[in-house]
């Protein structure tokens, strides 16, 4: 794993339609729109915020988790409008012992359907896979989260299984998850039309 291609400066990725870049304050009104809709966390374990003002600060709290290597929080952009974000890719959980690390994604909910998480976690995938020398990426889903399930199917993630009543989310109590993995080896593996 190499944390410094991560965290020595804040990285940019790009896809033929897409830039994900650092959130700014000047992105906050976007920030909040995602935040303060419930819908778009309806299967997350993230209670809805609808305070500007809190909103604000976890924009500061992006950057001090930057800062602290435990976390990266991208504004997806699409190029058409890179002032704009539609949505927020991250990866957590970096395990430097198994090389492991976990990502999520959501998006501004006038934005659904369209690709973009797709897109945006190929080029994460991308990124972690051959820049970082990630071994493994995995997600934890909500069993009824259908859309999300095919955003990381379409990326090459398998189904691994499910944690009966094993985690307790904000707002939602014990749930069962869905773990979804994809390692370096079946990335390599699609590459090569396999």
Known sequence: MKLHEIFDSFPVLAS??????????SHLDEVYSIYSNDNVFKYCGIIPKH????VKL???HFDRDFMKRSRVKWGIF??????????????????QKVNMVTIGY??????????IATQAVETLVK????????N??????????????????????KK???????????????????IYGILKGDYSWNLCGV
């Open 78 to 95: 699409r190029r058409q409008d890179d002032s704009k974000l539609v949505g927020i890719l991250e990866a957590f959980d970096f395990n």
């Open 51 to 54: 305070n500007k003002e809190t």
């Open 16 to 25: 033929s339609d897409l830039i994900m870049k650092k959130i700014e304050l």
């Open 127 to 134: 990124f972690l896979f051959e820049n970082a020398d990630i």
């Open 106 to 115: 959501f998006l501004s909910e006038s934005y659904w359907g369209q690709g």
């Open 160 to 178: 691994e299984g499910v944690l009966r009543q094993a985690h307790l989310w904000s707002g939602k109590g014990v749930i069962d998850l869905e």
């Open 136 to 157: 493994r990426i995995q997600a934890e889903v909500m069993p009824s989260n259908e859309s999300s399930k095919r955003v990381l199917l379409k990326n090459g993630f």
């Open 58 to 60: 976890m924009i500061g």
